[in-house]
């Protein structure tokens, strides 16, 4: 019996350091994953509604300072916030009304709450403020639909080209050539022949050329004279163009 007492405790306290060990491991794991959740909520929160997100200035009043933070989505007003108010019964009956008759009016065109005169004035101001902030900010910003007509008309920019003066045993033929890009667009007679036969060809030699897009047409019955000098003339404009 004497032996074994001297046995019992060195074995209790040989266990005393597995007890004290174990549990700390558990709590320092658990405490390691904690602030690293709520660091990434907090990030992914702030980088989502930052651009949206306009406040307005702050507003003394006698009742105390107002001040409202606004959310748009788009153009449209989605919530708003106030940062600071009067710590006062009646401001605080009132603010859910004018966030309310905000969200509905679109606007900082709202009435004002019975009983909080003050403080809906001053609610007002700083939303207004906000909302202007909001459109000075989309107004200096590039925007992309603004500049899809630019870039179209630059693709589509109109060049007009006059093709040589030809002379022939019928009269003078020149031609005017408006191009789109790479595209004719238009042909304008500056002279011609006053014939019958050169008044009725032209607008034949024209169609032509819009549907071939180049000055390898047919000349036109009747007009031989006048078709070849619309075609040097209409070939010089179009190597003029380029």
């Known amino acids: 019996m004497k032996r074994?007492?001297?046995?019992?405790?060195?074995?209790?306290?040989?266990?005393?350091?597995?007890?004290?060990?174990?549990?700390?491991?558990?709590?320092?794991?658990?405490?390691?994953?904690?602030?690293?959740?709520?660091?990434?909520?907090?990030?992914?929160?702030?980088?989502?509604s930052s651009s949206n997100v306009f406040t307005g200035p702050t507003v003394n009043t006698e009742k105390g300072d107002v001040q409202v933070e606004v959310t748009?989505?788009?153009?449209?007003?989605s919530s708003v916030r106030m940062l600071k108010q009067p710590n006062h019964p009646q401001t605080t009956a009132a603010v859910p009304v004018l966030i309310k008759e905000t969200l509905a009016a679109q606007s900082a065109d709202i009435d004002t709450v019975s009983g909080a005169t003050i403080t809906s004035g001053a609610y007002k101001e700083s939303?207004?403020?906000?909302?202007?902030?909001?459109?000075?900010?989309?107004?200096?910003?590039?925007?992309?639909?603004?500049?899809?007509?630019?870039s179209g008309a630059a693709a589509s920019a109109s060049k007009v080209v006059s093709g040589t003066a030809v002379d022939t045993e019928k009269g003078t033929v020149q031609v005017e050539v408006t191009f789109e890009g790479d595209k004719i667009a238009s042909v304008k007679m500056l002279q011609q022949p006053n014939h019958p036969q050169t008044t009725a060809a032209v607008p034949v030699l024209i169609s032509e050329t819009l549907a071939a897009q180049s000055a390898?047409?047919?000349t036109v019955?009747?007009?031989?004279?006048?078709s070849g000098g619309y075609r040097e003339s209409l070939q010089a404009a179009i190597d003029a163009k380029g």
């Open 4 to 48: 074994a007492l001297p046995v019992l405790v060195l074995s209790v306290a040989g266990l005393v350091p597995v007890w004290l060990y174990e549990p700390s491991l558990g709590i320092t794991s658990s405490a390691a994953s904690t602030p690293s959740t709520s660091s990434s909520s907090s990030s992914s929160g702030s980088g989502g």
């Open 72 to 77: 748009f989505a788009g153009s449209k007003i």
């Open 221 to 226: 019955s009747g007009a031989t004279i006048t």
């Open 127 to 150: 939303l207004q403020a906000a909302i202007d902030a909001r459109a000075d900010s989309a107004a200096s910003a590039p925007s992309p639909a603004a500049s899809t007509p630019s």
């Open 216 to 218: 390898d047409i047919d």
